[in-house]
């Protein structure tokens, strides 16, 4: 079976329990899954029944999508994505893209952590992506192409959807919620990165950094799915002596959801 196949079987089963049009794919990021606790009525679909889902590399780390309503609009979160760090090839970080695409999902909203490159950012603080510098090792569309999927050569130049940028940041700024527009490095990790690799990375234009995203981005520009991706600035590398821990990212991401759940919440009464 094709790639464009197993996205096709994973949606035909997704279809059965699934039976209205999907506005938004929601991916959730690290520690954001509480996105999905606003979904009225909400079914579970755990990742392992889907045909075809990547299998979770670690032990007891359950993803699913959960389907269900957030405000007027019909979503699906994903709760749990897969990264190339953990040794996911291209086509496996991406196919739950590709399944969104063949569910004919409208929009897609990512979601994601990250450190802060620019000296104006703080922790706690969300940036509205508006473009992105990829220093991924591999592009997820290498290979063949399938012309089913998409495109053979998608343009990035307009995959961060400008109206629903500015309708979100709008949304954010009358809430108080401190945030900004910014350009998101990504690069595979899993290691954090030195200080003068920091410095570098905002030398060339960054003023995020994560290592997630833009995969998934590249295959919705293929496929030409409306991006709006919001980063949590979860760890300042230049405040003194620091050292980025996974609990630092995850308790600065968990506040920090709460913002988006609120944004997404007003921009889902649109
Ligand atoms: N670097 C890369 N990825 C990250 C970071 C970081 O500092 N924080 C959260 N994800």
Do not use: W
């Amino acid at each position: 079976m094709d790639l464009y196949e197993k996205a096709a079987s994973a949606s035909n089963f997704l279809q059965k329990i699934i039976h209205s049009e999907i506005s938004y794919g929601i991916v959730a990021g690290t520690g954001l899954s509480g996105l999905a606790d606003d979904i009225e009525n909400p079914i579970e679909i755990p990742y392992d029944d889907i045909p075809h889902f990547p299998k979770p590399t670690v032990e007891g780390h359950v993803g699913k999508m959960v389907y269900g309503k957030i405000g007027n609009h019909y979503v699906l979160v994903l709760r749990g994505r897969f990264h190339y760090y953990e040794g996911y090839s291209m086509q496996e970080v991406t196919f739950p893209i590709r399944v969104l695409k063949a569910l004919a999902v409208k929009r897609l909203i990512i979601t994601n952590a990250t450190g802060l490159l620019n000296p104006d950012f703080d922790a706690g603080h969300l940036v509205f992506v508006e473009d992105h510098i990829n220093l991924f090792p591999e592009n997820p569309l290498r290979g063949l192409n399938d012309e089913r999927l998409g495109l053979r050569f998608p343009a990035l130049s307009d995959v961060y959807n400008q109206k629903m940028l500015r309708d979100a940041h709008a949304i954010a700024l009358g809430l108080k919620i401190k945030s900004h527009r910014g350009t998101y490095v990504g690069l595979q990790g899993p290691s954090l990165e030195t200080p003068a690799e920091y410095k570098y990375l905002r030398s060339i234009g960054g003023d995020v950094v994560g290592m997630s995203t833009v995969p998934e981005v590249i295959v919705a520009a293929q496929c030409e799915l409306p991006v709006l991706c919001i980063s949590v600035c979860t760890n300042n590398p230049y405040k003194d002596g620091a050292k980025t821990t996974i609990e630092e990212v995850l308790e600065v991401a968990n506040i920090a959801g709460e913002k988006i759940r609120k944004i997404i919440g007003k921009l889902l009464l649109q």
